[in-house]
């Protein structure tokens, strides 16, 4: 997967297929790093779809461990975290 671009206020109007497909505009699957193709996430809110490449939700979960944990995102240190927790 390519390294996404940092563009920003790219829109698009793309049509729905009756089966549920759509397809993406080049320019905006470069700016999100999915030029070869890649597994997205989809998100309903409040009437709106929000898309966000895997890479990009694992990278913020990655941000909230470490916030929580400091460097060290081993499942042990997740483990001894959440053991102080309980006991509390």
Known sequence: ?????????QTATVKVSETGRLSLPIELRR???LEKGGSVMLELHDNTISLRTADAVWE???KKARAMLGEDLSVDAFLKFRRTQWKE
């Open 1 to 9: 997967m390519n390294a996404p671009r940092a563009v920003k206020g």
């Open 31 to 33: 700016a999100i790093g």
């Open 60 to 62: 913020t979960a990655r």
